[in-house]
């Protein structure tokens, strides 16, 4: 298939402090997004990354790209409570398909 | 914001039952998308729509699933005769360039 692992599956941390999450993919990506899922509920687009990008930054948030191992992480810096949430990564294949491949998610828990 | 807009958000049906999910894409973008998610696991691609036809589906979309624009601004995810494993969340998408994705809030459709 073509999405690999996140990493970790859990996450809890004390509000404040920074979150990374990870995840690796298969094969040869046109771009790299990563979503956000508040419990039961719709999914959040977060930032984008496309195969020729290394890094990229949205507010608290830093992507990276490393398309020679094939792997990502979403780095959340000074969270707060309502970064609680489950975290997606999903990655569109090079070449002409145009579906979304989504991985199991991180569920980040933020402690007040 | 322009949003995707998704009704009803929850459908409760019977077994055997048809139903209708409704979907409103954005209106200039010309990719539309099915998703499901399963209480727990992870967001599976049904199918995708370009030019008023399927362009790629998933094994999961099978002869009990069709989708149809029946007048330029709805988007229709029909299921003939629903099973229980049918009961998820389905998410609809849109897209203007089939590589960045807007997403609905979602429908949770439970059957019993």
């Known amino acids: 298939s073509q999405q690999g692992e996140e990493d970790p599956q859990a996450l809890s941390i004390q509000e404040g402090e920074n979150a990374t999450m990870n995840c690796s993919y298969k094969t040869s990506i046109n771009n790299l997004q990563w979503y956000r899922q508040n419990s039961g509920r719709g999914l959040v687009h977060l930032i984008l990354i496309r195969s020729n990008e290394r890094e990229k930054h949205s507010g608290r948030l830093r992507v990276t790209l490393d398309t020679s191992k094939k792997s990502s992480s979403l780095l959340i810096t000074a969270s707060r409570a309502a970064d609680t949430a489950s975290y997606f990564c999903a990655t569109i294949a090079q070449g002409g398909a145009q579906k979304l491949v989504f991985g199991q998610g991180t569920r980040l828990t933020i402690n007040p | 914001e322009p949003e995707v807009t998704q009704t009803p958000s929850h459908q409760v049906t019977q077994m055997g039952q048809e139903v209708i999910l409704r979907c409103v894409p954005i209106?200039?973008?010309?990719?539309f998308y099915w998703y499901r998610q399963i209480l727990g696991q992870k967001v599976e691609f049904l199918v995708s729509?370009?030019?008023?036809?399927?362009?790629?589906k998933s094994e999961i979309f099978d002869d009990q699933f069709s989708v149809e624009r029946p007048d330029g601004s709805n988007f229709t995810l029909k299921i003939r005769s629903t099973k229980l494993e049918d009961s998820a969340m389905y998410f609809c998408?849109?897209?203007?360039?089939?590589?960045?994705?807007?997403f609905g809030s979602g429908t949770r459709l439970t059957v019993v």
């Open positions: 729509f370009y030019n008023n036809e399927i362009s790629e």
């Open positions: 209106s200039n973008h010309l990719y």
């Open positions: 998408a849109s897209s203007e360039d089939r590589f960045g994705y807007t």
